[in-house]
């Protein structure tokens, strides 16, 4: 469900050795902007950091929000 207020919500995670891995997220009053780490498995040498690519989620999110939800952008 969409609201007026954006939001970070996670909105799919990868479960690593029983802990969940947040891997793709979005703005909750956007339609279309979804943030998302891209993660080849067959590629992967080294363990998923769960608070990295948390952190690289919320950047991407608060670049989106400074770009789009900005105090010079119109709600209308």
Do not use: W
Request: glycine letters at 2%.
């Amino acid at each position: 469900m969409r609201t007026n207020e954006p939001t970070f919500r996670v909105t799919r995670e990868i479960t690593y050795r029983g802990k969940k891995i947040p891997i793709q997220a979005e703005c909750s009053a956007c339609a279309d902007a979804q943030f998302t780490i891209n993660i080849d498995k067959r590629k992967t040498y080294h363990e998923p950091d769960r608070e990295r690519y948390l952190s690289t989620l919320k950047r991407r999110f608060d670049a989106h929000l400074k770009l789009i939800h900005g105090p010079d952008s119109k709600d209308d």
